[in-house]
């Protein structure tokens, strides 16, 4: 009889509304017959599990801090009682890995510590993989976690650990992640897109490549739905939608200064910029200094209960961003077959094909954003094929139905090493 598959996924903080995907992962992969267990580095506030899913999810994942005196000062002394050698060999481990500086260093023992009560949970749980999300304390936890797991059961004892990268913040901060070294370290890496894999390989050594997947990241198609009738508004203004944190990466004042020189060339359209960041003085500052204000609003933040009517509403979506992996919410917009306009950088182009799915076009081009813009504004059918196009590629790679089953292969590829 074969067993079926079992791992520990770890989060720095999950649920939560931003990680909905990773979320998704974990459904489909209990779906997929993988038995999947979740730990949280700090506990998810009551407060933010706004969904049954998310409650059922924050009452079932096991929080490292916050789990108790008692269940700390349990594990380190079960340990330091059984293999003392172990314990004084992971903080010595801590203390020599991740950059060269004291409070760098000290973080690595915090981060031990949080791993000899990850694994005593995962023993007792008959878990001997450890998965992370994202290449920070997560990942760090991690590896130590697979370390000492070796260390008291031996290293054919089937602990392995593994992290899934998503970029771009991961690589501007490859020294401050230790990203190389996790590369180089990790029983197997998950990638987003194929652009994600590729500078992972940028990394490290070829003999370490073999190791890179790629598994995507999905969106709830049966959530985020097409409207029910065809997009049609009788003041003839073009809707636009942007979703995003107000801060530099996303490009906003590259959009309002699009939408100038629309306004310059008497396309009518009616920007929402929803999100919340630094931002959001000086882009109100630059609409109201370009008379813009009739033509675009400041949302603010917004629920995701109230995202799939906005995107509904809209008749482009809009994402002028420098730098991205691959954004969950344009997986969201093609998905309620509203087209995309957004630039071509990392794996944007792995969901989305010039003049297929939407436009793309150079980050930080203005005019070139306007130019596309101008183009779906004036061309409804064209917006049509474009949003029916998107759609049909988000069902074909980008929903829990067709991830699921390349996750679960690559928890057993990690497993089968």
Same mark, same amino acid.
């Given at each position: 009889m074969t067993l079926e598959p079992a791992v520990a996924y770890l989060v720095s903080r999950y649920p939560a509304l931003s990680h909905?995907?990773?979320?998704?992962?974990?459904?489909?992969?209990?779906?997929?017959?993988?038995?999947?267990?979740?730990?949280?580095?700090?506990?998810?506030?009551?407060?933010?599990?706004?969904?049954?899913?998310?409650?059922?999810?924050?009452?079932?994942?096991?929080? *490292?801090?916050? +789990?108790?005196?008692?269940?700390? &000062? %349990?594990?380190?002394? $079960? @340990?330091?009682?059984?293999?003392?050698?172990?314990?004084?060999?992971? *903080?010595?481990? +801590?203390?020599?890995?991740?950059? &060269? %500086?004291?409070?760098? $260093? @000290?973080?690595?023992?915090?981060?031990?510590?949080?791993?000899?009560? *990850?694994?005593?949970?995962?023993?007792?749980?008959? &878990?001997?993989?450890?998965h992370a999300h994202f290449a920070n304390v997560a990942s760090d936890v991690a590896r130590h976690a697979a370390a000492i797991g070796r260390g008291l059961d031996g290293t054919d004892s089937g602990w392995r650990w593994s992290f899934t990268m998503h970029g771009p913040t991961g690589f501007d901060a490859v020294e401050k992640t230790d990203l190389a070294a996790k590369a180089r370290q990790a029983d197997g890496v998950s990638c987003i897109t194929d652009f994600c894999r590729s500078q992972m390989m940028f990394l490290v050594e070829p003999e370490h490549w073999n190791r890179f997947s790629v598994v995507r990241m999905t969106v709830d198609a049966d959530r985020y739905q097409p409207p029910t009738t065809p997009r049609h508004h009788d003041d003839g203004r073009v809707r636009l939608l942007d979703v995003g944190r107000l801060v530099a990466e996303k490009g906003s004042p590259v959009l309002v200064e699009a939408v100038d020189i629309l306004h310059s060339r008497g396309v009518d359209v009616d920007l929402k910029l929803v999100g919340a960041g630094p931002l959001a003085e000086q882009l109100e500052a630059d609409i109201a200094r370009r008379g813009l204000g009739d033509s675009i609003t400041l949302t603010g933040p917004i629920g995701q209960d109230e995202l799939p009517d906005l995107y509904r509403?809209?008749?482009?979506?809009?994402?002028?961003?420098?730098?991205?992996?691959?954004?969950?919410?344009?997986?969201?917009?093609?998905?309620?077959?509203l087209p995309a306009v957004t630039?071509?950088?990392?794996?944007?182009?792995?969901?989305?094909?010039?003049?297929?799915?939407?436009?793309?076009?150079?980050?930080?081009?203005?005019?070139?954003?306007?130019?596309?813009?101008?183009?779906?504004?004036?061309?409804?059918?064209?917006?049509?094929?474009?949003?029916?196009?998107?759609?049909?590629?988000?069902l074909r790679e980008f929903t829990p139905a067709t991830a699921a089953p390349a996750a679960r292969a690559f928890i057993e590829q990690v497993q089968a090493t």
């Amino acid at each position: 009889m074969t067993l079926e598959p079992a791992v520990a996924y770890l989060v720095s903080r999950y649920p939560a509304l931003s990680h909905t995907f990773i979320e998704r992962e974990i459904l489909g992969l209990r779906e997929q017959g993988v038995r999947v267990e979740t730990f949280s580095v700090r506990a998810a506030p009551p407060e933010s599990l706004v969904s049954r899913v998310m409650k059922e999810e924050g009452h079932r994942t096991l929080p *490292l801090i916050g +789990a108790g005196a008692a269940t700390w &000062l %349990s594990a380190h002394l $079960r @340990l330091l009682r059984r293999a003392p050698d172990v314990w004084f060999a992971g *903080l010595a481990r +801590a203390l020599r890995t991740g950059p &060269l %500086s004291p409070r760098a $260093r @000290l973080w690595q023992v915090f981060y031990f510590a949080e791993a000899v009560v *990850l694994v005593h949970h995962m023993r007792k749980s008959g &878990l001997r993989h450890v998965h992370a999300h994202f290449a920070n304390v997560a990942s760090d936890v991690a590896r130590h976690a697979a370390a000492i797991g070796r260390g008291l059961d031996g290293t054919d004892s089937g602990w392995r650990w593994s992290f899934t990268m998503h970029g771009p913040t991961g690589f501007d901060a490859v020294e401050k992640t230790d990203l190389a070294a996790k590369a180089r370290q990790a029983d197997g890496v998950s990638c987003i897109t194929d652009f994600c894999r590729s500078q992972m390989m940028f990394l490290v050594e070829p003999e370490h490549w073999n190791r890179f997947s790629v598994v995507r990241m999905t969106v709830d198609a049966d959530r985020y739905q097409p409207p029910t009738t065809p997009r049609h508004h009788d003041d003839g203004r073009v809707r636009l939608l942007d979703v995003g944190r107000l801060v530099a990466e996303k490009g906003s004042p590259v959009l309002v200064e699009a939408v100038d020189i629309l306004h310059s060339r008497g396309v009518d359209v009616d920007l929402k910029l929803v999100g919340a960041g630094p931002l959001a003085e000086q882009l109100e500052a630059d609409i109201a200094r370009r008379g813009l204000g009739d033509s675009i609003t400041l949302t603010g933040p917004i629920g995701q209960d109230e995202l799939p009517d906005l995107y509904r509403w809209a008749d482009v979506f809009v994402l002028p961003s420098f730098q991205e992996g691959l954004p969950v919410v344009l997986m969201e917009a093609l998905s309620t077959e509203l087209p995309a306009v957004t630039t071509q950088i990392a794996g944007v182009s792995e969901l989305i094909r010039d003049g297929a799915e939407g436009r793309l076009v150079p980050a930080g081009r203005a005019d070139l954003l306007a130019d596309a813009l101008e183009e779906l504004a004036r061309d409804p059918e064209l917006r049509r094929r474009m949003g029916a196009a998107g759609r049909e590629a988000v069902l074909r790679e980008f929903t829990p139905a067709t991830a699921a089953p390349a996750a679960r292969a690559f928890i057993e590829q990690v497993q089968a090493t």
